[in-house]
């Protein structure tokens, strides 16, 4: 089986300041790691991925996520939020074995306030 | 089109009622997969195609929820005798083989069951 968990339910940050949003997951194969972001009452837009190479992965609107092996981790960070940053942010793991099956993380709502 | 929809994107129906959700993938990729995502919750997968056949039903929650793939292009979810739990948004994705990893989410149908 795989899961994800997503270690923190709501961030408020201020504008300009930093972010990271904590994400941890369990699987017994290879995975491959996501975040997507999901604006409110939108669908679900891809931010970055992981599947193989850089452990460093670098996505759109200057997002960027570390896979971590070791801590089963792979935290996402932004260094200065916009308010139109302001969205739910998911995590998510699949594995080829498990036919690239998504298993989500319950979200992230991140609030930016001026 | 360019990307995965949905229809319609909105449903509003009776407890009792049976109700179709239509997905379009993007055209070519031969897998597709629905997820649902309750209020304040993580997508859940419910159902896998490769192709025309269902290669994983396994996150269907009972045998009220059916789903069809019939061409191998277009899908249709199914729910009979609608129960006022079943509201939600119901999510589609396609991935295109040989296998990049990563799925691609249509809009979503809000499912509400008065």
């Known amino acids: 089986a795989q899961s994800v968990t997503q270690l923190d339910s709501q961030v408020p940050v201020f504008e300009e300041a930093p972010v990271e949003l904590r994400c941890n997951y369990s699987s017994s194969v290879s995975v491959y790691l996501f975040w997507y972001v999901q604006y409110p009452n939108q669908g679900l837009q891809l931010l970055l991925k992981?599947?193989?190479?850089?452990?460093l992965v670098k996505g759109i609107n200057g997002f960027e996520a570390e896979f971590n092996k070791s801590q089963t981790s792979f935290h996402l960070r932004k260094p200065s939020v916009h308010i139109s940053d302001t969205a739910e942010y998911f995590c998510?793991?699949?594995?080829?074995?498990?036919?690239?099956?998504?298993?989500f993380g319950a979200g992230t709502t991140v609030t930016v306030r001026a | 089109g360019a990307g995965v929809s949905q229809t319609p994107s909105n449903k509003v129906t009776e407890k009792g009622k049976y109700v179709e959700l239509r997905c379009d993938p993007i055209?070519?990729?031969?897998?597709l997969y629905w997820y649902r995502q309750s209020l304040g919750q993580g997508p859940e997968f419910l159902i896998y195609f490769q192709g025309t056949g269902a290669a994983d039903d396994s996150g269907l929650p009972n045998d009220r929820f059916f789903a069809v793939r019939p061409e191998g292009s277009v899908s249709t979810l199914k729910i009979q005798r609608t129960e006022r739990g079943d509201s939600a948004v119901y999510l589609c994705a396609s991935r295109s083989t040989p296998a990049s990893g990563e799925q691609f989410f249509g809009p979503g149908t809000r499912l509400t069951v008065l």
């Open positions: 998510a793991v699949s594995s080829r074995l498990r036919d690239y099956k998504l298993s």
């Open positions: 055209s070519g990729h031969t897998a």
């Open positions: 992981y599947l193989s190479g850089s452990t």
